[in-house]
């Protein structure tokens, strides 16, 4: 991590965000609806959690299934679970499910049941990724360390030539190192670094919940299949491939946003400046993917809308589709970027050629 926080600039001479916000108040307010998820999200909320839920209780009644079927609802429940995480979990812990407070943590804390941790998200995410968006150095999302080059800022291997091909094996292992390294190594780093999102926690208490909430779920997924007669060494290929699934969707739909051509990792100047405001640089880091895609903006919770979720993060990601326009028209005004893939394979070529560049050897000058 670099020692300077990264200004930004508070020139601002398009007035470009606060035409936005403008605006899009306006529609709220002449169509008289909350920012916050409606029905539509409560039952996407529903039919999540019974994607996730139903296999894993086929699993513990019916426990002389062949193993193909034990292994294709562990599938499933890898699917439900990257659904939650992008539809419920997201909206919660942006404080953008409800308009309720208590509704928006309880919807955030399904984090411990995908095996993370709210106070290490909400750093991770809403402070060091929304805040220092696809600055190398700051935004750990694209922090991969040695194995994997995200920005022409970090050192170069000469095993990176190959990352556009084991980079994809790599992705499907996120949820996993959560669930068993990731969240202990952040929380340690975070408290040392003295940060939080919103009122400040005790450590104890942070560290506390961190282990009771481990314990919880390795006895949910692994002692009580093993209990209930499942033999060991099928519950943790399911454990896995779980993980893996969910781990594989997630990494997928994260990099399209951030990780291609068409985005740019600003470096800040001398002074440790930013050379453009805050949501202008979010249009310049940002980019979305298949926004007319209806499947593809259910079961990603509009994570393909990536640009009108960084510009309003607290808006329910329910409503991207329809302030998408807005955006796009107020950014072409001020002659600003809108990078956006009309499909998500165009997205998944992109974001694979370009960890392809990145992956060449720097030129000596």
């Not at 034990?70 to 890898?78: K, P, Q, T």
């Not at 942006?94 to 993370?116: D, P, R, T, V």
């Not at 968006?133 to 095993?159: C, M, P, Q």
């Not at 499942?230 to 519950?235: E, K, N, P, S």
Request: aromatic fraction near 16%.
């Amino acid at each position: 991590m670099n020692p300077t926080t990264p200004v930004f600039s508070k020139n601002d001479s398009l007035k470009f965000f606060r035409t936005l916000n403008s605006r899009v108040n306006t529609y709220f307010k002449e169509n008289n609806i909350e920012k916050t998820g409606n029905w539509k999200l409560h039952l996407k909320t529903v039919i999540l959690f019974t994607v996730f839920l139903t296999p894993y209780f086929l699993i513990l009644t019916l426990t002389s299934m062949p193993f193909w079927v034990f292994f294709l609802l562990s599938i499933v429940i890898g699917i439900g679970m990257a659904g939650i995480g992008m539809n419920v979990m997201h909206d919660g812990n942006h404080g953008a499910y409800s308009n309720k407070s208590w509704i928006n943590k309880f919807m955030g804390g399904s984090i411990y049941i995908l095996a993370g941790n709210v106070y290490n998200w909400q750093v991770q995410h809403n402070v060091l990724h929304h805040t220092y968006t696809n600055i190398h150095g700051h935004d750990e999302d694209l922090d991969a360390g040695r194995v994997i080059r995200f920005t022409k800022e970090a050192k170069w291997y000469s095993f990176h030539k190959f990352q556009h091909y084991y980079s994809f094996i790599l992705y499907g292992l996120l949820t996993f190192n959560w669930s068993l390294t990731t969240d202990f190594k952040q929380m340690r780093g975070y408290l040392k670094r003295k940060l939080s999102y919103g009122e400040a926690k005790s450590p104890k208490i942070l560290w506390t919940t961190l282990i009771i909430t481990k314990v919880i779920y390795f006895s949910v997924w692994i002692a009580v299949p093993m209990v209930l007669g499942i033999v060991w060494w099928q519950v943790l290929i399911g454990f896995f491939v779980m993980h893996y699934t969910a781990g594989l969707i997630l990494s997928i739909v994260f990099q399209l946003a951030h990780v291609v051509d068409e985005t740019t990792n600003p470096v800040p100047n001398e002074d440790g400046e930013i050379e453009n405001t805050w949501a202008i640089h979010q249009l310049y880091t940002t980019a979305n993917f298949a926004p007319k895609n209806k499947i593809i903006n259910w079961f990603t919770g509009g994570l393909n809308h990536q640009v009108e979720h960084h510009l309003f993060p607290n808006i329910s990601h329910i409503h991207y589709g329809k302030i998408a326009e807005i955006v796009k028209e107020t950014a072409k005004e001020c002659n600003l970027p809108y990078h956006e893939f009309k499909t998500m394979r165009g997205a998944v070529v992109a974001h694979f050629k370009h960890l392809r560049d990145l992956g060449q050897q720097p030129q000596v000058a």
